[in-house]
Each structure stands twice: as C-alpha cells, then as structure tokens.
C-alpha cells in the first residue's frame, strides 16, 4: 500500500492564482481530512469527509473548497491564492469506528503565496 | 476551543535520559493519541490511550491518562538521539464528529549524542 500520498511537495504561487491540492489514499479509509501547519499553531483543521459525498467545514475554511467524489481521493481547491495561505499542508485519513482512531498523514505540501 | 496543549514547548536532553511531555485538553474524551513529526515529514501515529485506561505501554514510550486533571503525560524513556522530533498529542471529543481529532501545538524534543 502507498498509504496518503500528497502533489505536488511544493508549490509556489502568486496572490489571485487558484491551484488544488492533491490527496489519494488506498486504505479504503472513510474519514479524509485536511490540515494546514503553521509555526507555533499547530495542526488546524480546515475540511474534512466522513464519505464519498459528505464534506464539512473545520476549524479554518475560508478560501477552501472540497469535494469527495471517491472514497479515494480528497482534492483541496484554493480559490483565490492570498498570503496569508502560506503554509504546510498535510491530508490525514482513518477509519471510522473501529479499534483505533489513528490517522495516517501523508508527506505534506510546501506551499508559498507570493 | 477542545484543542490540546503540550507543554514544554521545547525539550532539550542528552542521549540517555528520559524525555516527559505534558498535554492538557478542555472537554471530555473517547480517547487521546501521541504523535510525532520529523522535520519536513508527515505526522506519524505513537500511541493511543483510551479514556478508560490510567496507564498504556510501547516499546520505551509511556504514556498516562488522567481524565480528572484532564491531562495525559508522554515519557520516552533512554532517548536517542533519532527521538529528536516535535510530538503532539490529540484528542477526540465526545460529542463531535467521529473521527475529527484537535491537535495540540506540539513539543519539540531534541535529544543530543
């Protein structure tokens, strides 16, 4: 199994530019999430999907947006690229009520918003 | 906000020694979990303790759970210098979403030869 994978590991763009985040998993995981790491804050929850087909708001969603069409794959949609973007993202994903909550992260993207 | 807090925020030891990490949280748990982060890598799954255990066990890592306090402790014990890492602990909530974990800010453990 590859686990989470994540594309691009950088990316680098400029204010008002719109890109998406890529995040596979072959777990066959029903829980799928996104989090974004900045310096001294820790891990924040921007979407997260209980399913194919449900998506919810996290801690941070503005200027996000998520769809979960397979119980693959979890895409991040930034719509209009602003500074304040600039971060680590990682996408997680478990299963849902079995004999462990662990999450499994994938790598990470690198991102800078110029 | 459920999120966890660790504390230290940093830790700075010598090969050998043991290493405690604390996190507090805020409202009550199914569970809380450990995990570690190696520079620019992903976070990866330590341990999970279940709210109604005291005490759980792996390898050199020892973690507690007291819910009363509302605060569990993570000891690595004969640390290495490969310990060097930041670790976070995560809780669930009862009465969230299932699945959804609050990741506190982290220790950052370093460990020299």
């Known amino acids: 199994n590859a686990g989470v994978t994540q594309t691009p590991k950088f990316q680098v763009l400029k204010t008002g530019q719109s890109m998406t985040l890529q995040c596979a998993q072959d777990?066959?995981?029903?829980?799928m999430s996104w989090y974004r790491q900045d310096p001294g804050m820790g891990l924040r929850l921007i979407h997260y999907s209980v399913g194919a087909g449900i998506t919810d708001q996290g801690e941070v969603p503005n200027g996000y947006n998520v769809s979960r069409s397979t119980t693959e794959d979890f895409p991040l949609r930034l719509l209009s690229a602003a500074p304040s973007q600039t971060s680590v993202y990682f996408c997680?994903?478990?299963?849902?009520?079995?004999?462990?909550?662990?999450?499994?992260f994938g790598p990470g993207t690198r991102l800078t918003v110029l | 906000s459920q999120q966890g807090e660790e504390d230290p925020q940093a830790l700075s030891i010598q090969e050998g020694e043991n290493a405690t990490m604390n996190c507090s949280y805020k409202t009550s748990i199914n569970n809380l979990q450990w995990y570690r982060q190696n520079s620019g890598r992903g976070l990866v799954h330590l341990i999970l303790i279940r709210s109604n255990e005291r005490e759980k066990h792996s390898g050199r890592l020892r973690v507690t759970l007291d819910t009363s306090k509302k605060s569990s402790s993570l000891l690595i014990t004969a640390s290495r210098a490969a310990d060097t890492a930041s670790y976070f602990c995560?809780?669930?909530?009862?009465?969230?979403?299932?699945?959804?974990?609050?990741f506190g800010r982290g220790t950052q453990l370093t460990v020299w030869p």
């Open positions: 777990m066959n995981h029903e829980y």
């Open positions: 997680a994903s478990s299963f849902l009520g079995g004999p462990t909550d662990t999450q499994y």
């Open positions: 995560a809780t669930d909530s009862r009465g969230s979403t299932l699945g959804r974990l609050y």
